[in-house]
C-alpha cells in the first residue's frame, strides 16, 4: 500500500522516525491517488515514483536505527531487575509478542486500506476504522476517540522519549566533568571512577535546556537530516566501543540470581517495552517501500537483529558489572580517555536525536493550536509553545531525575498501550464479524491482558520507587576498580 506523497521524505534517515502520525490533511491528499496504489505493487508505479522510495535494505536500516536509543543502554539494568535467566527469556518473548502486533497492524492497516481505497492507513486511522467495523454500536459512536487515543498515547511517549534524553545527558555529562581530573589514557586497569559530585544533576539539566530551545527552532527536515546523520554515527560508534568492552574477561555468572526478586520485574518489563520503540515505524515504513509485500520479511528480519542485540547487551553489561550496573551502562565505564569518548559521543547523538523526537509531538499539536490564529501571530506563537513543551520535558526530567524510573514509566504507560494492547484487540474488533476461531480470540486477548497487568503493576511499581526508593541509584562518592 505504498504512496507517492510519501515516498520523497522516506530516503531521508530522519522521515520514516518522524512519520509516526499522518495528518488529517496528507490521508486526504493520499486518497486522491489512484486505486491501483493500494496493491503495493511496483509494477504499477511510475519510475520516477519507484525511484523516490526506499529499498527493502534501507527499511531494514531505518527499522533498526528507530530502535537504538537510550532504552539500549539500559538494559543491563533492567536484566538485573529480572534475573540473569529470566530477563534474556523475557525479554525475548516480549520482542516476539512485540513482532507479532507489529504483524498484526500491518495486516489491518492492509485491511482498511483495501475496503476504503486508500493508499494509506496510518496507526490512528486504523485503530478509527477498527471501531468503526465493530459489532458494538457503542464503539462505532466513539471511533474517532480511538483515533485520539492513538495520538495522545504516541505523544506521551515522544515527548516520554525527550524526557529521557534529558536525564541520560545530564547523567552522562555530570560523569565526565566529575571526573575528568582522574581520567587517564591508560584503559588497561578498567577503573571506574565517579568522584564526590560538584553540582546536582538538575543543574545539568538546566544547562542543557537553551540547547535544546535553539534545536526545536528547527522545522526543516531537510536540516534535521544532518543532525540524524550525525546521531546515528556517533551512537553506532559508542555501541561498537561499549560491545568489545563488556565482552571482555566475563566474570563468573554463577554470583548473579538467575531469578531476581518480583518486586523489580515491572521495572524490567516497563524499559523492556520502552526499548521496543518501533511500533509506531512499521507503517510509514512499509508505505515508503517500492515493493511493501517484501516487508513482512524485512520487519521479521529487522525484529530478529533487535532481539539479538538487545539479548546480548543486556546480558553481557549485567554479567559484566553485575550489582553495580547503572541506570545507562555507559556510566559504568572506566575512567579512560577512550570510554570518556563513548559517553560524549553518545551525548552528541542523544542530544541531536531530541529535536528529532521533538518533532513528531510538534506536528501533532502545532496545526490543533495554530489552525484559528491570525497569520501574523502563528510564528511567535509556534515558537512560544515549541519552548513551552521543551521547559515541560526539561520540568519532567528534573522531577524524575532517575533514567531507569523514566524508561519504565514511559515504557509502562504507553509502550504497552502501543505495542501490546491496542493491536491484539484491533485484530478482534477488524475480523470478529468475518469470523475468527476460538484460539486467536483466545491468544488476542491473553497478549493484551498481559499487555494490561504490566501497565498497571509496571506504572505503579515505577511511581511507588520514585515515591519511596529503597537505594539511590547515584551514590554520592563511588570507586570501583575491577
Known amino acids: 500500500m505504498p504512496s507517492p506523497k510519501n515516498g520523497r521524505a522516506s530516503q531521508e534517515p530522519v522521515s520514516v522516525k518522524l512519520d509516526i502520525v499522518s495528518s488529517p490533511e496528507n490521508t486526504k491528499n493520499q486518497q486522491s491517488k489512484v486505486s491501483s496504489f493500494v496493491e503495493g505493487s511496483p509494477s504499477e508505479l511510475t519510475d520516477s515514483e519507484n525511484t523516490k522510495r526506499i529499498t527493502g535494505f534501507q527499511a531494514l536500516v531505518h527499522l533498526v536505527k528507530s530502535n537504538m536509543g537510550t532504552?539500549?543502554?539500559?538494559?543491563?539494568?533492567a536484566i538485573k531487575n529480572a534475573g540473569i535467566l529470566l530477563g534474556p527469556l523475557s525479554l525475548l518473548a516480549i520482542g516476539l509478542v512485540a513482532c507479532h502486533c507489529m504483524q498484526i497492524l500491518v495486516k489491518c492497516a492492509r485491511h482498511f486500506c483495501h475496503r476504503h481505497n486508500k493508499p494509506f492507513m496510518d496507526y490512528g486511522d486504523t485503530v478509527m476504522h477498527g471501531l468503526e467495523s465493530s459489532p458494538s454500536s457503542w464503539l462505532r459512536n466513539h471511533a474517532r476517540w480511538g483515533r485520539?487515543?492513538?495520538?495522545?498515547?504516541?505523544?506521551?511517549?515522544q515527548l516520554g522519549f525527550c524526557c529521557a534524553y534529558i536525564v541520560f545527558l545530564a547523567d552522562n555529562l555530570k560523569q565526565v566533568v566529575e571526573a575528568i581530573n582522574g581520567t587517564t589514557n591508560n584503559c588497561s586497569d578498567d577503573e571506574t571512577v565517579m568522584l564526590t559530585p560538584t553540582m546536582d544533576s538538575r543543574l545539568y539539566m538546566l544547562a542543557f535546556l537553551p540547547f535544546l530551545l535553539l534545536l526545536v527552532v528547527i522545522r526543516n527536515l531537510r536540516v534535521l537530516t544532518v543532525f540524524s546523520l550525525l546521531a546515528n554515527v556517533s551512537m553506532f560508534v559508542s555501541l561498537i566501543i561499549i560491545a568489545q568492552f563488556i565482552a571482555q574477561e566475563i566474570p563468573d555468572p554463577r554470583r548473579l540470581p538467575l531469578?531476581?526478586?518480583?518486586n523489580t520485574y515491572p521495572l524490567f518489563f516497563g524499559t523492556a517495552i520502552f526499548s521496543f520503540e518501533s511500533?509506531?515505524?512499521v507503517l510509514p515504513l512499509e508505505n515508503s517501500m517500492r515493493d511493501s509485500r517484501r516487508f513482512p520479511g524485512i520487519m521479521y528480519l529487522g525484529m530478529a537483529i533487535i532481539i539479538a542485540l538487545y539479548i546480548v547487551i543486556g546480558s553481557l553489561g549485567y554479567l559484566q558489572f553485575g550489582d553495580n550496573i547503572k541506570a545507562s551502562i555507559t556510566l559504568n565505564l572506566p575512567n579512560c580517555w577512550l570510554y570518556q569518548s563513548v559517553k560524549l559521543?553518545?551525548?552528541i547523538g542523544i542530544l541531536c536525536s531530541y529535536s528529532l523526537q521533538f518533532y513528531v509531538p510538534a506536528e501533532i499539536i502545532m496545526p490543533l493550536l495554530l489552525s484559528r490564529i491570525p497569520k501574523r501571530w502563528a510564528l511567535v506563537l509556534d515558537l512560544s509553545i515549541r519552548f513551552m513543551i521543551v521547559c515541560l520535558t526539561c520540568s519532567v526530567a528534573i522531577l524524575i531525575p532517575r533514567l531507569d524510573l523514566v524508561l519504565s514509566l514511559v515504557g509502562s504507560v504507553s509502550g504497552s498501550a502501543l505495542a501490546l494492547i491496542i493491536p491484539p484487540l484491533l485484530e478482534i474488533i477488524t475480523y470478529y464479524s468475518e469470523g475468527m476461531s476460538p484460539f486467536i480470540i483466545a491468544k488476542n486477548a491473553l497478549i493484551s491482558m498481559l499487555g494490561f497487568v504490566g501497565f498497571v503493576v509496571g506504572t505503579y511499581q515505577a511511581l511507588n520507587e520514585l515515591i519511596q526508593p529503597r537505594t539511590l541509584t547515584f551514590p554520592n562518592s563511588t570507586t570501583l576498580v575491577r
Open 148 to 157: 485520539h487515543t492513538v495520538i495522545l498515547f504516541l505523544l506521551v511517549t
Open 259 to 262: 531469578i531476581a526478586s518480583w
Open 71 to 77: 532504552g539500549i543502554l539500559g538494559l543491563p539494568l
Open 279 to 281: 511500533i509506531g515505524v
Open 345 to 347: 559521543l553518545y551525548i
